[in-house]
């Protein structure tokens, strides 16, 4: 099952995709923010052309555990994704995975893309320990 990853931001998002099987993430592209629609427009094309079956979206909190000001932009726009491409949106914690991209290869153009390939990459992890636990 293909899993597409999300680092939303106010100007680009980056996004991510896994291969066939679901178990691994990879950095795919860029694109820039103009608007709730527009983005997931962009996204749908994504999700059709790679048969995409799941959209996990990184979470945006403050230090304090709390939802900053991103997150309640990015609560309307998983709305209007959900309903533009008829998949749910899962949350991953995203605490520090900007930063730990530019760690891994510096700051370029595809930053945010390698974001949300931490973010994804976070998630299937976590729901690995999951299935091994039960």
Not at 12 to 35: C, Q, W, Y
Not at 63 to 83: A, C, D, H, S, W
């Amino acid at each position: 099952m293909r899993l597409l990853g999300i680092d939303y931001g106010e100007k680009r998002v980056g996004i991510s995709l896994t291969d066939k099987n679901g178990e691994m993430a990879f950095p795919h592209s860029i694109i820039e923010n103009k608007g709730f629609s527009p983005l997931a427009k962009k996204i749908l094309e994504i999700v059709q052309k790679e048969k995409v079956k799941k959209i996990v979206v990184g979470l945006s909190l403050d230090f304090k555990g709390k939802e900053n000001l991103i997150m309640k932009n990015l609560k309307k726009f998983t709305k209007v994704l959900e309903e533009t491409t008829g998949l749910n949106v899962i949350f991953e914690d995203e605490m520090f995975t900007t930063a730990l991209a530019m760690r891994i290869q510096g700051k370029n153009k595809m930053t945010d893309a390698s974001a949300a390939t931490i973010i994804l990459q976070s998630y299937i992890e976590h729901r690995k320990k999951e299935i091994m636990e039960k």
